[in-house]
């Protein structure tokens, strides 16, 4: 009968170590820094045109506030796209003249925010 009242003792006794085990191995699987968590950019439109995609620099487009780092995709060339300029807020022309629309965002590395002047 002894080892028998033992039993649930035991039982509970491996559940708190596999709860315990399960959290110390939740905490070691952290997602790893990357460059989204840097620091982002706060600008205004005057010094968003300077990303403009032209002489060496970046190439950066504003959609609903939101700077999108359009410099390394091979359709923005130079800063320019479908008669599209960078170093401006696009939201009107991606919204309402572009024929995919906002789709196209989804993945493009995001490097700040646009504010009011």
Not at 18 to 37: I, K, R, T
Not at 51 to 74: H, W
Not at 86 to 111: F, M, N, W, Y
Request: glycine residues 10%; negative net charge.
């Amino acid at each position: 009968m002894k080892r028998l009242s033992a039993i649930p003792g035991i039982l509970c006794i491996s559940t708190i170590l596999l709860v315990l085990a399960a959290l110390a191995a939740c905490g070691n699987n952290a997602p790893a820094p990357d460059d989204s968590s840097a620091e982002q950019l706060e600008l205004t439109a005057a010094e968003l045109a300077q990303y403009d995609g032209k002489d060496g620099q970046p190439a950066y487009i504003a959609i609903d506030g939101v700077i999108y780092d359009v410099t390394d995709v091979p359709q923005w060339k130079n800063g320019e796209h479908n008669g599209f300029t960078a170093g401006r807020d696009l939201t009107e022309e991606i919204k309402t003249i572009s024929p995919h629309g906002v789709s196209k965002l989804k993945g493009l590395p995001v490097v700040g925010r646009l504010i009011t002047d």
